[in-house]
């Protein structure tokens, strides 16, 4: 298994508070990226990173913020916790552009 | 809009029966294409790619997958099911010349019936 470690694994918040998942890799890899999985949707990226303090924007990046100050960690924010933030976010790492992407295990989010 | 189809939401296949999950895309340039494996409350695992070469792309777990780019089509089979292939699976597209995104289908459910 690929070096990712996601945590917190589970977490339930309330409304209104901010969240930080952390992603910690110990590939050295160059990219990094943010995942959600729901029903329906299948994975959709939120932010990826390729560089310590390079990232960019996925398709659902809205309500979501990143940080990469070390190449091993890879931290998503959700600045306000809302109700459709509940889901699974996964952690992903490549080595390199157009390779292949390893996951982390999964952080399971509920927003009540 | 560059796009990658799972058109089945669910396969079943009977124990020991080939099986195969269908995906298509639509991106411009040549892609590179995966297959990724989901076990229930786990991450995605990586079955197998294509970037080039032979059409036929061997991978983990016995599984395989038969790039057409006439079809641009990607689908994944195995010639004997096992009731451990049961899962998730999702086909994913890196379009080639542009960013670092890849973009992954909505997955299907496979079930193997013992």
């Known amino acids: 298994d690929a070096g990712i470690t996601q945590s917190p694994r589970h977490k339930v918040t309330e409304t209104g508070t901010p969240v930080t998942l952390r992603c910690h890799q110990t590939?050295?890899?160059?990219?990094m990226y943010w995942y959600r999985q729901d029903p329906g949707h299948g994975l959709r990226l939120i932010h990826y990173?390729?560089?310590?303090?390079?990232?960019d924007k996925g398709e659902v990046s809205d309500g979501y913020s990143v940080s990469r100050s070390k190449t091993e960690d890879f931290l998503l924010t959700l600045e306000s916790a809302t109700s459709s933030q509940t889901s699974v976010y996964f952690c992903?790492?490549?080595?390199?552009?157009?390779?292949?992407?390893?996951f982390g295990e999964g952080s399971w989010l509920t927003v009540v | 809009a560059q796009s990658v189809a799972q058109p089945e939401d669910q396969v079943n296949v009977a124990e020991g029966n080939p099986l195969t999950v269908k995906c298509t895309y639509s991106v411009s340039g040549n892609p590179y294409l995966f297959w990724y494996v989901q076990y229930p409350n786990r991450g995605l695992q990586f079955l197998l790619k294509?970037?080039?070469?032979?059409?036929l792309v061997k991978g983990s777990y016995g599984f395989e997958a038969e790039f057409n780019k006439s079809q641009t089509s990607f689908h994944l089979k195995k010639p004997s099911a096992l009731v451990s292939d049961s899962a998730l699976y999702f086909c994913a597209v890196r379009p080639t010349g542009g960013d670092d995104k890849i973009i992954f289908g909505k997955g299907t459910r496979l079930h193997i019936l013992p």
């Open positions: 990173s390729y560089g310590v303090k390079d990232t």
């Open positions: 294509y970037i080039t070469g032979d059409n």
């Open positions: 992903a790492i490549s080595e390199r552009s157009g390779g292949t992407i390893y």
């Open positions: 590939e050295n890899h160059r990219y």
